[in-house]
Every structure is written in structure tokens, then in C-alpha cells.
């Protein structure tokens, strides 16, 4: 080791990214939609200024730094100030999918000892329903007006946020801590098993929000207007609430309402320069533009990610005048770990192939290092057609599991360096370009080859009669897998199955099409907006396929 530098040891805390956002962008608003029905708009300084009020409130109350203090709410100010008063103390922010069923969240909030829960009044029926089997929790502190609260409370203890927050002293002073101290909590579910916590450090969370703003990241800056959909009770917002106070832009949070119609009244009155969030939603809100003929005036670029992008959607949105970019990411990656978006030279390339490439993943953001292993864990090169897992290491990826368990996802190679297995199956070509072919589970086995599930539905979602589509394997008794497609058909629209088989002529090899094409009215989505490959796999794993 040589000598020292001789600088300053600053801990990265999610507190000083409120301090500056109320130095410096104090005025910046912040407007939510909230379960009361209005339109709500506050500003940074206020956000501020109440989140102190809060941290101070709770440590009345007795909250104790380190505690998982949880949440089970949309994405609104309140929310916001929770994740700042929680953390900010020393506290860890833990978010919980309201959309997990009723066992799983008594399953995690028991595991996470919980003794604070905040919730929106929206899921005043989901506490009804689990808290006498959450033994931990002490208090249930509804997010709504003092005013508006109910007559019939969902259980006893509950408390009012702002009767809570007003008894708080607004002159509360932030602690100063080690930056690797725990700032958020936050449950992933896997296909099987119970949910997994992945605990964030303040650390990592400031790191990660200091990569993803930047213009090869997500690329924001203090005249933006941002909505993020994508749910603050899942993987942070994707970082956007650490990353609005450390850029100053204005947030617009959507609260309850994600159908199109409802998005695109918030795009316009806020004047929205960038949204985020999964397919799905996107899928609703080009739907609603389409069906209504309408145009957007301001909202001209969106972060998709969290399940691949059709190369569909990113044409009708370009064709609305929005530019697309693709992240990819999970929970364990806090969540960013590649973009993949068209810039400077780029932009005279051809449109179809800009389309092309934004339909793969991306490069990795500074600070993740990637590469391909086979299946006897032995690394692929960068540049071949070979595709094999993925596995990731850096600063804001996780180390192991809260509490334990899979284990079998990180390991340390020769040089000592510790990996964490995504479980996601990608190639990556010479240029750093990665490219998600499925998820390990996902993969369709046939004859000794691996066909990509995401490439087969890629193609059936170009067809302009089909909604969405899920590629999937069935048995078949000589070439082991051969792959389905289910298929969702727009409204009014149709399509037979021999149509949509033969719209995959001389888009991929012969023995990639598949077998036959299923039609349903809705295809099975899970609690973050993915479809449920495992569940459609059990509805056809005694499908028979034509001869
Ligand atoms: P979660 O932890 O629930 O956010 O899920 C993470 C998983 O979602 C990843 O491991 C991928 O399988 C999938 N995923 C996320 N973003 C993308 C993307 N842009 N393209 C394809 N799959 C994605």
C-alpha cells in the first residue's frame, strides 16, 4: 500500500442529498396525486423541512437507528418524506409491495421485525387483513389528512401521519454516521421460495443515484420534469426520489392512478419531460394515445426496463416523439445496471437500426463490471453469437441476502473478485453491448439449442394485431422443449394462428417458430408488472402440439 491521500472522509448519506436539495434547488416542486383525489404540490424545501419534522417525531416515538421501519404506499410527497425521515435518522426505509399476496407481506414484514408500518388508506383493507399476524408491529401510521381519516379503523394502533409529524421539531439536526450503514430494505420475490430482502446502504444508494443521472445514464438535469410510475415501493423508484434531490428536477408522483388515461392527464398539465417504468404501463398509456388520437406536448423521453422492451413499443413511441431508453437492472443491483439509449453520432443511424439497438440492453453504467459464464461457470468471450448467465459485481450490488439465503447465486473466482449471479441469460457483443436472451428459468431447450423466448416475442408483438405475447416451452418427446406462443390480440383487431406463424418467416431460423400459437384474453402478471412465465408454463404443461 502506498501513502494516503489527503482528503476529506465525507460519509455518503441519503440526509446530504436532502441538505442540498435544500440549499440549492429549494423552490424545485414536487406534485402528487393523492388517495384523497387532488392534485398536491409541494416543494423541496417543504419536503425537507417535514422530513425532519418526522425524523425527530419518530425518535420520540422511540424508533431506533438500524430498525426496519416500513412502508406500504404509491408513490406521493409523503412517501417521499418517509424515505428521507427514516434513513435520514439512521433508520432503514423499508418498502413493501402491496401487490405480494397477504402471506407473503406477514411473511416479510415478520422477517424484518417491523414495528412501524406507514400505509396509504388504499390499503387500509390489506392491514385489516394481516395484522393480527404481524406480532411485531407496534404502530400502523395511515398517510392520509388528519381530517379524513375513517370511522372504522383497519385495526388497533393506528395513528395519524400528520397528527405524527406535526408533535416533530422542525429544527432536527441530521446525524452524522458511517456511509455503510443499512438506508433501505426492500423484498425480492423469486419464482419459488419466500421473498429475499436486499438491504441498501447510503453508500451504495448515493453512488448508484450519482451514476444514473449521468448523460450516458439516464441523463437529467434541474430543468426536467420527471414522472416516475415505476413504484417507489419497488427497487427505490429506480433511484429517482435519491436522485431528485440531487439534481433538483421537478417530480410529479402519480399516486394510485397508472391506467393511460390517467398518466396522460398528469403528462400534460405537469408539462412531464421524462417518465418511467415497466412495459405494461406503457403498453396502457400508448393504447389510450392511440385509441384517442392524441399527441404529446412536453414528454418526449422514457426509461423502460424491469422486463424486456418490445422493438414495437419503442417505434409507436418514437413515432409519438419520444425517445426510448432501455435499463436493465434488478432488485440485487439497486437496480441499475445497464442502458441502452441513441446518442450524439448515433442519431443518423437509420431508424430501424437505433430501434434495434435500443431493443437490447445496454452498456454497463460506470461502477458495474459484467461477464458471461457456460454452464460450468467457466467465463464466454465478449463478440460471439454465444450466449451464457450473467453475472455482475460493483459498489451497489448486493453482498448477500438480509437474514441468508441464496448463497448459491455468489461466488469469487481466481483473482478473488466476488460475483452475484442475475439469473438472466445475455450476450454480450464486442462493444460492450449486452443483450438479454431470457431468464435462465425462461430458456427453451430445443434439440440442444437454446431459443431465446424474448426474441420469439419480439417478433409476434411487431404484428399489429397482437397486444402482448409470452413465448413458452412445452415438453415435446423428441426435441425435448419446442416453444408456444400465447398470445393477448388487441381490441377489434384479428389475427389467426397460421397468420401469426407465418409473420415469423425470414425473421428467424426455421426451427425457432413455434409450434403453435395459443389465444387468450389476459396474460398472468406478477407483483412487479412481469408476465408469469412459471404460472403460464403450469397452465400448459400437459399441452399437446399439433402434429
Ligand atoms: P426485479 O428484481 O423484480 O426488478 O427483476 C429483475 C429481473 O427483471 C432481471 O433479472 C431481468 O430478468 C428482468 N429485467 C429487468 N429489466 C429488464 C430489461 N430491460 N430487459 C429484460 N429483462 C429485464
Not at 420 to 429: H, K, N
Request: glycine residues 10%.
Amino acid at each position: 500500500m502506498g501513502v494516503n491521500g489527503l482528503m476529506m472522509q465525507m460519509p455518503l448519506l441519503v440526509s446530504s442529498l436532502l441538505e442540498h436539495a435544500e440549499r440549492h434547488h429549494k423552490d424545485s416542486e414536487v406534485v402528487s396525486r393523492r388517495t384523497e383525489g387532488d392534485l398536491h404540490r409541494t416543494t423541496l424545501k417543504e419536503i425537507a423541512g417535514r422530513a425532519r419534522q418526522l425524523a425527530s417525531a419518530l425518535t420520540e416515538l422511540g424508533v431506533q437507528q438500524g430498525e426496519n421501519v416500513a412502508t406500504m404506499a404509491w408513490n406521493n410527497y409523503r412517501h417521499l418524506e418517509i424515505y428521507y425521515a427514516v434513513s435520514g435518522m439512521g433508520a432503514v426505509t423499508h418498502t413493501l409491495n402491496p401487490r405480494y399476496s397477504p402471506q407473503q407481506l406477514i411473511y416479510i414484514l415478520n422477517h424484518a421485525k417491523n414495528r412501524t408500518v406507514f400505509f396509504d388508506q388504499t390499503f387500509a383493507p390489506l392491514v385489516k387483513g394481516i395484522a393480527a399476524h404481524c406480532p411485531t408491529v407496534e404502530r400502523w401510521v395511515m398517510m392520509v389528512d388528519e381530517d379524513k381519516m375513517p370511522a372504522e379503523l383497519p385495526t388497533e394502533n393506528v395513528l395519524n401521519y400528520e397528527a405524527i409529524l406535526a408533535k416533530g421539531d422542525a429544527g432536527y439536526v441530521w446525524p452524522q454516521f458511517d456511509e455503510n450503514a443499512a438506508c433501505g430494505l426492500c423484498y425480492t420475490s423469486g419464482t419459488t421460495g419466500n421473498p429475499k430482502g436486499v438491504l441498501y446502504s447510503h453508500r451504495s444508494s448515493v453512488l448508484h443515484a450519482m451514476v444514473a443521472g449521468q448523460p450516458d445514464g439516464i441523463g437529467l438535469c434541474s430543468k426536467d420534469t420527471v414522472l416516475p410510475v415505476v413504484p417507489m415501493f419497488h427497487v427505490n423508484a429506480w433511484g429517482l426520489p435519491y436522485l431528485a434531490m440531487m439534481t433538483g428536477f421537478k417530480l410529479v408522483l402519480p399516486g394510485p392512478r397508472l391506467d393511460g388515461a390517467s398518466i396522460y392527464e398528469l403528462l400534460e398539465a405537469e408539462k412531464v419531460t421524462l417518465a418511467a417504468g415497466v412495459p405494461t404501463i406503457w403498453l396502457g398509456l400508448l393504447n389510450y394515445v392511440q385509441q384517442n388520437n392524441l399527441k404529446f406536448s412536453t414528454f418526449n423521453k422514457t426509461l423502460v426496463g424491469g422486463a424486456a422492451i418490445p422493438i414495437s413499443m419503442i417505434r409507436a413511441l418514437d413515432a409519438l416523439g419520444v425517445s426510448t431508453m432501455q435499463g436493465w437492472g434488478m432488485t440485487e443491483m439497486s437496480p441499475l445496471g445497464t442502458i441502452s439509449k441513441i446518442q450524439g453520432p448515433d442519431l443518423n443511424l437509420p431508424k430501424e437500426e437505433q430501434f434495434a439497438r435500443i431493443a437490447k440492453q445496454g452498456k454497463a453504467l460506470f461502477g458495474v463490471d459484467m461477464k458471461i459464464v457456460d454452464e460450468a461457470g467457466s467465463e464466454l468471450p465478449w463478440g460471439g453469437e454465444e450466449s451464457g448467465e450473467l453475472l455482475v459485481r460493483g459498489p451497489w450490488i448486493i453482498d448477500s441476502y438480509y437474514g441468508g439465503g441464496g448463497e448459491k447465486a455468489f461466488s469469487i473466482d481466481d483473482s478473488g473478485k466476488k460475483w452475484f449471479a442475475t439469473g438472466d441469460v445475455s450476450r454480450i457483443d464486442s462493444t460492450g453491448l449486452m443483450q438479454i436472451t431470457d431468464r435462465s428459468k425462461d430458456v427453451i431447450k430445443s434439440g440442444g439449442e437454446w431459443i431465446s423466448s424474448i426474441d420469439l416475442e419480439n417478433i409476434a408483438m411487431a404484428h399489429p394485431a397482437v397486444l402482448e405475447a409470452a413465448a413458452i416451452a412445452v415438453n415435446h418427446p423428441k426435441w425435448t422443449e419446442r416453444p408456444i406462443l400465447v398470445v393477448v390480440k388487441r381490441p377489434n383487431a384479428e389475427v389467426t394462428r397460421d397468420e401469426l406463424l407465418k409473420f415469423y418467416d425470414g425473421k428467424i431460423i426455421k426451427m425457432y417458430i413455434p409450434d403453435d400459437v395459443v389465444f387468450v384474453n389476459e396474460l398472468p402478471h406478477g407483483a412487479t408488472g412481469k408476465i408469469q412465465k412459471l404460472q403460464l408454463r403450469e397452465q400448459f404443461k400437459d399441452y399437446q402440439l399439433p402434429e
